[in-house]
């Protein structure tokens, strides 16, 4: 059911009222959503709000108070849209689960404070911390990583980290006031600290070595004692309490004791919202950021800074390939030829600027023309980029045309996406049978994934299930708790009860398209050192 269906289909109030349903929110990097499903994983009701993160005294954050007005907004915009289709209130649901962007820093006292400004997945300012931790672990972690933060605030000497008494997510902090319970799903823990595939609970040996790392600096408490406790999808993870229904509605009208599935990070509801938890499938997700993730059949050869090793939300063991920096900078040009057009008196809504602009790149020369561009608004670790410079460069007789200006920018959200992607690809030779895209980036239909399939030489495909992108990935994780069967594998259940029949629109990549963006990625790769010159010299 779409957001524009006048009439809903018969049993769907009668399913709301009697709590047959399923409610998942997300706290992405620009929205909060929430999608209530039906009793057959259909998204029969929505609701959103916008927010932004702040560069404040150089740090990405987002204040707890707009984590509280953006959850209220959303859900009170979903309520209202319960109402509006169906003529009830939502008091109920069978189960609801909490998602939201992954990694970063929320430090907590004793007394459940919030001791310092929470840091997102978008600060890079913690490669002293990751380097270090990643020699002394064998393992890569990476900048945006809470065990990298969570050093690089020892190593600096931060005074906060004496009174420290708890660390967790963005999702693991709302899940905690919704329901009293720290814990965390696998997948988002894996985001905060290694996890242990063949335990499904963090890495002792690595627990251990941290410890004694930074013994006599300050710590008040060992690793284990501050991180969240790790449940698997499937797992129960508490109930609503009264406290927490008023957190989110502050009407009253929610009521208490909904049973709530493990929090999740973006990128193990992406994987659910595609029906990529299987082995030998993988997923790209496109928005702020843009990464990669694909389920392993084992463990690569040797560390790659490039990859995360992360896990699904089943536990089972995934690369992840994470660049921070996404469609942001599209969003930028896509603003400035909207501002054009209104001067000009055309005035068009946003989606269709963008649609009219995405189209346009499909008749732009296949290797960029000439011309070249970088999309970084903040760091970009893969790349050894400490902070963002966008920048848009050419030649003086490059092709400097719409089309071809839309597709180096296409190319561009895609580029560091690539060089991850070659890492897995052509130096470890990991296969794929599958792999499905789902963000803001392939909301025009066949652009962005017909490039992303020449990017990647293999097929792209796209679900219409997958439209309600992480906020319904989450939906099904919370009817996966109430609905599996004994014994049942998430694998399992979504092939059998939530992906039968889905309908895929698949993109095979064009050999013309193929070749143009290897030629792309070459100069792209020979111009790295502008791009970092532009942030030592500006």
């Known amino acids: 059911m779409t957001e524009t269906d006048a009439r809903p289909p018969a049993g769907l109030r009668e399913a709301i009222e009697q709590g047959r349903t399923t409610l998942g929110i997300e706290l992405g990097s620009t929205r909060i959503k929430a999608v209530l499903t039906g009793p057959g994983h259909e998204a029969i009701a929505v609701g959103s709000h916008d927010w932004e993160n702040q560069f404040v005294d150089r740090v990405w954050t987002y204040s707890l108070e707009a984590v509280w007005a953006g959850l209220q907004g959303c859900y009170a915009a979903l309520a209202e849209d319960v109402r509006r289709r169906y003529g009830v209130e939502l008091r109920t649901t069978g189960a609801l689960g909490v998602s939201a962007m992954m990694h970063g820093y929320l430090a907590f006292d004793a007394e459940g404070e919030l001791l310092t400004p929470f840091r997102t997945w978008r600060n890079t300012n913690t490669g002293e911390a990751a380097e270090q931790l990643s020699e002394l672990f064998g393992y890569n972690i990476p900048h945006r990583w809470s065990i990298a933060h969570l050093h690089q605030a020892v190593l600096n000497g ?161 690369a992840m390939v994470h660049c921070n920096n996404g469609a942001s900078e599209l969003n930028s040009w896509a603003g400035l030829f909207a501002e054009f057009a209104a001067a000009l008196g055309v005035e068009r809504d946003s989606s269709t600027i963008f649609e009219t602009l995405f189209r346009s790149a499909l008749g732009g020369a296949p290797d960029g023309g000439g011309l070249m561009a970088f999309n970084n608004l903040s760091g970009e670790p893969i790349t050894k980029l400490h902070e963002g410079r966008p920048l ?74 997958a439209s309600e992108g992480g906020a319904w990935g989450i939906a099904v994780l919370a009817a996966f708790l109430v609905g599996r069967t004994p014994g049942q594998s998430l694998d399992d259940y979504l092939t059998t009860s939530v992906f039968a029949g889905a309908q895929l629109d698949t993109a095979e990549p064009d050999p013309a398209d193929v070749a143009g963006f290897d030629a792309f990625m070459q100069r792209y790769v020979a111009a790295l050192p502008v791009q970092q010159a532009a942030v030592e010299h500006s």
């Not at 894996?190 to 930074?214: C, E, K």
């Open 158 to 318: 931060e005074d906060h980290i004496g009174r420290l008494a708890h660390l967790t997510t963005l999702a693991g902090y709302v899940h905690w006031q919704l329901t009293g319970r720290q814990v965390l799903g696998t997948g988002d823990a894996s985001g905060m600290f290694p996890i242990d595939i063949a335990t499904g609970g963090y890495d002792a040996r690595m627990l251990n070595q941290f410890d004694d790392l930074v013994a006599g600096r300050g710590l008040p408490l060992k690793l284990a004692e501050l991180l969240p406790a790790v449940l698997p999808a499937g797992e129960p993870a508490g109930e609503l309490t009264e406290a927490g229904a008023r957190l989110l509605d502050p009407s009253g009208t929610l009521q208490p004791g909904i049973a709530m599935c493990p929090p999740e990070g973006d990128a193990g509801t992406g994987m659910v919202a595609t029906n990529s938890v299987a082995r030998r499938t993988g997923n790209v997700s496109a928005g702020t950021s843009i990464f990669a993730m694909i389920v392993l059949d084992g463990q690569l050869s040797r560390m790659h800074p490039e990859i995360d090793l992360v896990t699904t939300p089943a536990g089972d063991l995934v």
């Open 392 to 465: 848009f460069l050419r030649t003086p007789g490059s092709d400097l045309t719409l089309a071809t200006f839309m597709r180096t920018q296409l190319y561009a959200a895609l580029a560091t996406l690539r060089i991850g992607m070659d890492v897995l690809q052509k130096a470890e030779s990991v296969r794929l049978d599958r792999m499905f895209a789902h963000g803001g980036l392939f909301k025009t239909e066949g652009v962005a994934q017909k490039l992303l399939a020449a990017a990647i030489n293999t097929p792209v495909s796209v679900g219409n299930l």
